[in-house]
């Protein structure tokens, strides 16, 4: 497997001060996704969790269903200089009767850590139909129970406190029980990992629970959750104005702002219950 963290020298300036030291600083390698040896997609990521990657992955984007519908799935041998694996390549098999995508048609799906829809014909083509009636959630969730998220979130980022350059996802329960958390450099990558492991245990579609990121929430992270049937999103940074409206369209609750007391929540008020 691919290294999480590498080490480097760099010059540390504080004030007065110049030294030189070793720093650690988060890993970023691409991985190419394939469909039975065809390459299907390209993803700045940071090694590790790549099988939850490539479910979430080809959950969110509509690929698959659940589970059910891989029938397996590998690490390639791609080789260094060394000849040495690097872990970067997975190729996937579908089930019989599974469909693989016309990539020709709206997606080269060649993303980067900083942009997950790059590469879109348009803003419809994006618009992906989710499997889940997410409007018809019933969840509601204690304004001191998401409050305390973002601190919870922060606690288990173990990578982020050794080199601060990771962004994090993570799926609580409505009663704030982290499930599970992942760190990437890319956020959307982040969410992949945690939908991912999601649907290798066959928990999706995930009623009942809240996505929580550690950066804003954008259109596609919105997509990402309605496609996994997650109904409350929660960002402690800022949503976009696509977000606000994807997520007004399909149901989800979405909040932004999320950090010491208080919060911003843009659609379906309603699933948080506020104190008398």
Do not use: W
């Amino acid at each position: 497997m691919g290294r999480v963290t590498s080490r480097t020298p760099v010059l540390r300036i504080r004030g007065p001060v110049r030294t030189t030291r070793p720093d650690t600083v988060a890993a970023e390698e691409p991985l190419e996704i394939r469909l039975a040896g065809t390459p299907l997609a390209v993803t700045m990521r940071t090694p590790g969790a790549d099988f939850d990657l490539v479910h979430g992955f080809l959950a969110t984007e509509g690929v698959i269903a659940g589970v059910e519908d891989v029938a397996g799935l590998r690490y390639c041998n791609s080789v260094d200089a060394e000849g040495r694996n690097t872990y970067n390549v997975v190729d996937v098999d579908l089930a019989p009767g599974v469909q693989p995508p016309d990539t020709a048609l709206d997606r080269n799906f060649l993303t980067s850590s900083s942009c997950g829809v790059c590469g879109k014909a348009s803003i419809d083509a994006i618009r992906t139909r989710t499997r889940h009636d997410v409007a018809a959630d019933a969840t509601r969730l204690e304004l001191a129970t998401l409050l305390a998220m973002p601190d919870r979130l922060r606690a288990a980022q173990e990578v982020f406190d050794r080199t601060g350059g990771l962004h994090a996802a993570g799926l609580f329960t409505a009663d704030g029980e982290l499930v599970v958390l992942r760190e990437d450099v890319g956020r959307h990558n982040a969410v992949d990992k945690v939908i991912g492991d999601a649907v290798r245990e066959g928990r999706v579609p995930l009623t009942g629970h809240v996505l929580m990121v550690s950066g804003r929430a954008s259109f596609e992270l919105t997509q990402k959750a309605a496609m996994a049937g997650i109904p409350v999103l929660a960002a402690v940074s800022a949503p976009s104005s696509l977000a606000v409206e994807l997520a007004a369209d399909v149901g989800i609750t979405l909040v932004g702002f999320l950090r010491g007391d208080g919060c911003n929540v843009y659609t379906r008020q309603e699933r948080i219950v506020l104190p008398d």
